[in-house]
């Protein structure tokens, strides 16, 4: 994927799917899709602290991973996030 597909507005489509990838998360986790979104919208605004991203291309999901104690899987929250600049002058 090139630097440069991150910064692509998404079609209506995309959106639509995305969407759709959302909900099908959110029933094997059992995770609301409203959930979901609060969980979006946090991180979004925490990371927002530190960089300037972009949010509309932010991807976040919860997938299965294997335990670390080798016991089965657990679910896993993956976000992929585009960042188009550090801030400056971050304070606390």
Known sequence: M???DF????SSSEVAKDRLKLLLI??????STE??????NDIIKVISKYMEI???????QITQT???????????LC?????R????????
């Open 2 to 4: 090139a630097l440069m």
């Open 7 to 10: 910064f692509k507005k998404k």
């Open 26 to 31: 959110s029933d094997r986790t059992t995770c």
């Open 35 to 40: 959930v979901m979104e609060l969980i979006k």
């Open 54 to 60: 972009d949010s509309d291309g932010l991807d976040i």
């Open 66 to 76: 294997d335990a670390e104690d080798g016991m089965g899987r657990v679910p896993a």
């Open 79 to 83: 976000a992929n996030i585009p960042i």
């Open 85 to 92: 600049d550090m801030k400056k002058n971050v304070r606390n």
